[in-house]
């Protein structure tokens, strides 16, 4: 049974950083792109970024590009997001997902993923 378990999400001021994690459980977790999204109160799930099974490519949205970064540890099952500068925008649940298909990156829609976790809550206050 696969299982995606999100952490690391908190209140942070504007500027500030967090990184969230996200463990991975059953199957071969370097096979598979991860990918992290968001959504904030009334709004649709947003991509966020994504990374390929050996963490050799990464795609960010434009809102993200240059403060936040993907990475994965494929010993430890477990993909990364730093966050840094955040924003008081940057506020939502974090969601981590996977691809089990195999679809060419960089799976910026959330119908490509296959399993979710929980979601973590990211607050940035002004």
């Known amino acids: 049974q696969v299982q995606l378990v999100e952490s690391g999400g908190g209140l942070v001021q504007a500027g500030g950083s967090l990184r969230l994690s996200c463990a991975f459980s059953?199957?071969?977790?370097?096979?598979?792109?991860m990918g992290w999204f968001r959504q904030a109160p009334g709004k649709e799930r947003d991509f966020v970024a994504t990374i390929s099974g050996s963490g050799g490519d990464a795609y960010y949205a434009d809102s993200v590009k240059g403060r936040f970064t993907i990475s994965r540890d494929n010993t430890k099952k477990t993909v990364y997001l730093q966050m840094n500068s955040l924003k008081p925008e940057d506020t939502a649940v974090y969601y981590c997902?996977?691809?089990?298909?195999?679809?060419?990156?960089?799976?910026?829609?959330?119908?490509?993923?296959?399993?979710w976790g929980q979601g973590t809550q990211v607050t940035v206050s002004s």
């Open positions: 997902a996977a691809d089990f298909r195999g679809i060419t990156l960089p799976l910026r829609n959330p119908s490509e993923y296959d399993a």
């Open positions: 059953g199957r071969t977790f370097s096979w598979y792109a």
